[in-house]
Structure formats: C-alpha cells, structure tokens
C-alpha cells in the first residue's frame, strides 16, 4: 500500500483484516466511549482524544462500508485519491446507526425531559385471612403516589405567563455541538430539555409538576387466591410526566395461616384425632367446615392417616366456580393411662385375638401406644 502518514485503519480499530462487520462495529463503539472529547476536562488530554476519535471515527466510516472497505483493502489510503463517489469522502455513510446508540448513553440522545414519560408501577402488599381467600372480598386500598398537580395542571408554573423560554437554548430544548467533523445536540443543562423556564413556581408543588397524595381505591379479591399471586391494576399507579401515561398497581397477596385447615391446591385439609375405639368401631363425629359444622360418618377400622372426602367443600378455582374438596386426615389417639377395668377389657381381647400381653414383654397396650406415637 501507498504511504500517506496515516495508520491503517485495522490498526487504528484493533481488529484484523478479517473482521466482520459487527466486529468492525464493536471495536469503533469501544474506541469512541473512550475517546469521546466530552469525557476528558484537561485541554491536552481533551486534544488528544479528539485526535484520536477523528481517527477511530475515520477508519469506522470506511471499512463499515463493504464497498469502501474493498477499495482500501486493494488501494489502501491512495484509494480516497479517486475522489467522486468512489472515493472515501468521509460523507457521513455508515455513522447513523453506531454513533446513535454512542450519543444517546453520553447525552440521552439528545431527548430531554419535555418528552412523554409513563409513570412509575406501584405494588401494594395486602394480607388478608384464609376464609376471604377461599370467599373472595371487596377491599378498601389507600395508596400513595405521585398525581400531577391540579392547581398547575402538571407546568409547575403560578400561571402561564411565569413560563419563559430558556436563554441558553432559546426553547429549543438541546444545544448543538460540533465534535470534529460532526454535529451532534445535547440536551439543555440549565432547563433539562423543557427548552422553558419557570420564573414563578406554583405554591402547591413548588414547580415539581406533581404532588403526593393517598387515594382509595376499592380492589375485588377474586375467590380461590393464593399467596404469591398479584393483581394488576392498569393506570392506577403514579402519573406521568409531560403528558405520558400512567403506571400500573399491582397488589401482592398473602393469606395468613388458619388454626385448623391447610390448603393444598383446591382442597383443604384438616386433621381430626379420633378415639382409637371410635376408630376401631367407627361412629359418628363432628367436624368444622368453613361453611359451619357438620357431622362426618368414621367407617369402622378407621386406620392411622386415612383421608376421608367431603365432595365440594374446598376452594373454587380462579377461572372455574368448581370447588375442592375438604380432606380428614385422621389421627388416631391412644390413651396414656388404663383403669384396671379397662386393662382387663383389653387383655381379655387380646387373649381373645391371640396377641401375647405378658408383662415380661410388651403388652398389647405398649404395642398400641407405640404404633401412633
């Protein structure tokens, strides 16, 4: 290649002459965060980096372009010498994309705040009790948020002639800057974008465009939550600004535990200790429901941890009216301490069902007792 005092822009990008395009991409991105003028305060320091991002910024408009790319590949930097269109000409193709995404991390993409902005998403955390879970409810929020402010209706200014254009960028919001070969505009320091000026703030928000305040809401429980879930309010969160939309709420639910039941899905459990005769037997016993009491019938030979089934007494679903059911866990309780009476009932069944109950072994009793504990 032709020596013209300039670095090759491979070396100037640090990648080789193989690279693709998005690795091209890649290296200058790096490059110009590093070297972007703005970034450096010292005029030595700040001369120099804006050498070096000409530089980088150069070789980036070149070999960005495949056809460019291909000339200087064959001509090297004597290929700019054809001039015309097939000449390099540093026109500006191929920055759009690369030099977008660059200045909007260093100066917001030249948007200040007068754009629309949606406001923030709220969460409101609600406990509420295992049967409004089951049942559902109607409950009574108050939730505080930002609102923009009725008195100025969100201009922060007393009136609309306490609004005046902005000196330093004279309403346009942005203020253009050459950086080398380019102009680029950056976002109004003194009105942050507004491209105005409050000169008389209004006395309820004291210019902030918003105010704080609590607002009731009422909130259907659907019937059958679970702790976890949330329910999303739409446009019930804080305003936005300059116009934008508002955020959403989202209500995060959980169910404080009962003393009796456990659910577990759609059902609901409960554990009813039984007398071992009543189990033995079997009988009639009382059990709660969350619909009020009823009698459950305990078939005879009722064992340790069986489940019996009440249809239809569990939590409905969320999308289905269908309910659960209400699972009895039995558990079969045993007795500490035998009258002798009773002792010699349960020897003589023991006796009866060829069981051994020597006191020199473990009697019937024991082996009971242990087979429950």
Not at 131 to 136: L, P, S, T, V
Not at 287 to 300: A, F, Q
Not at 345 to 352: C, H, K, R, S, Y
Request: with cysteine; aromatic share 6%; proline share 4%.
């Amino acid at each position: 290649m032709a020596q013209t005092g300039k670095r090759d822009y491979y070396e100037v990008l640090g990648v080789e002459r193989n690279a693709s395009a998005d690795d091209i991409k890649k290296a200058f991105r790096k490059l110009a965060r590093q070297h972007h003028p703005d970034l450096h305060s010292e005029p030595d320091k700040k001369a120099a980096a804006e050498t070096k991002f000409k530089e980088a910024g150069e070789a980036y408009e070149v070999l960005s372009d495949a056809e460019r790319r291909q000339k200087y590949d064959m001509f090297g930097h004597a290929a700019a010498g054809q001039g015309g269109s097939d000449g390099f000409g540093f026109g500006g193709g191929g920055f759009g994309d690369v030099f977008g995404d660059i200045f909007e991390d260093f100066f917001g993409g030249g948007r200040g705040r007068s754009r629309a902005e949606q406001g923030n998403d709220l969460q409101y955390n609600l406990e509420i009790s295992f049967e409004e879970a089951i049942n559902g409810k109607e409950a009574k929020l108050k939730i505080p948020r930002w609102e923009v402010c009725d008195d100025c209706e969100g201009t922060g200014a007393k009136s609309e002639q306490s609004i005046k254009a902005c000196t330093a960028c004279r309403g346009a919001g942005q203020i253009r800057l050459q950086q080398g070969f380019f102009t680029i505009n950056r976002t109004c320091g003194q009105c942050q974008g507004s491209g105005k000026i409050i000169a008389d703030p209004c006395k309820s928000c004291r210019g902030q465009r918003r105010v704080h305040k609590e607002r009731m809401l009422s909130v259907t429980i659907p019937a059958g939550i679970e702790t976890g879930m949330r329910l999303r309010l739409s446009h019930e969160g804080e305003h936005g600004m300059n116009g934008g939309p508002p955020g959403d709420l989202y209500v995060a639910i959980s169910v404080k535990a009962h003393p009796h039941f456990v659910r577990k899905g759609q059902d609901i459990l409960y554990d009813r200790r039984l007398h071992f005769v009543t189990a033995t037997l079997g009988g009639k016993v009382e059990v709660p429901t969350l619909t009020g009491n009823t009698m459950v019938k305990i078939p005879e030979g009722t064992q340790h941890d069986q489940i019996l089934r009440l249809k239809g007494l569990g939590a409905p679903g969320l999308k289905s009216p269908t309910r659960g059911d209400q699972l009895i866990r039995i558990k079969i309780d045993i007795p500490t301490k035998l009258t002798p009476h009773q002792r010699e009932i349960l020897n003589a069944f023991a006796e009866e069902s060829g069981l051994t109950t020597d006191n020199q072994g473990e009697g019937l009793f024991d082996k009971v007792k242990n087979l429950f504990d």
